[in-house]
């Protein structure tokens, strides 16, 4: 269960505390299927940000399908998370994130055995056409935070979200 705070026992709670850097940082990775990177620093204790960028691919996974065919999938998102400390008791908070994931795919033509050994058959497939899908999620937070004690806050938050879907295809088979 969770706490109070967070309602009845069988609250879904996703709570989220963003690290605030004390000093500069970052880190870089890849490999065959993707590559990240991020960094973090703090700005004389008044400004703080975290920027994140991912990029992955798993058209290397997908080759050993039973339907070949160019396979194309590819994900992209950044994240930044910015704080400003106006005041001791003031602070500006900005959260956003942007995310675009596509799959492209190009169908081969196929060939299928099946039957017995008395009467085995082959079906072969032609393939024209592809799919193309692609999805774009945009997030934005603002918060404006007054905290007159150590005990006490409130907040001020403004957010946006927007989605774009767009799924193609003009596949026929014979």
Do not use: C
Request: glycine share 8%.
């Amino acid at each position: 269960g969770f706490e109070a705070k967070y309602g009845d026992k069988m609250s879904s709670v996703l709570d989220v505390q963003y690290k605030r850097p004390k000093s500069f940082g970052g880190g870089f990775s890849a490999s065959f299927l993707g590559a990240t990177a991020h960094a973090e620093g703090n700005v004389k204790d008044k400004f703080t940000y975290v920027v994140g960028i991912r990029y992955k691919t798993n058209s290397y996974l997908l080759k050993s399908m039973e339907t070949k065919g160019t396979y194309k999938p590819n994900f992209f998102d950044a994240q930044l998370f910015l704080t400003w400390d106006l005041s001791s008791k003031w602070s500006l908070e900005l959260l956003g994130n942007f995310s675009r994931n596509q799959y492209k795919y190009i169908p081969e033509d196929r060939e299928t055995n099946f039957g017995t050994l008395q009467s085995s058959h082959r079906l072969t497939v032609y393939f024209d056409g592809q799919e193309v899908d692609s999805y774009e999620n945009y997030l934005g937070g603002l918060t404006l935070k007054f905290h007159p004690s150590e005990r006490n806050a409130y907040k001020v938050i403004v957010a946006s979200y927007f989605a774009r879907e767009k799924e193609t295809y003009d596949l026929q088979s014979q």
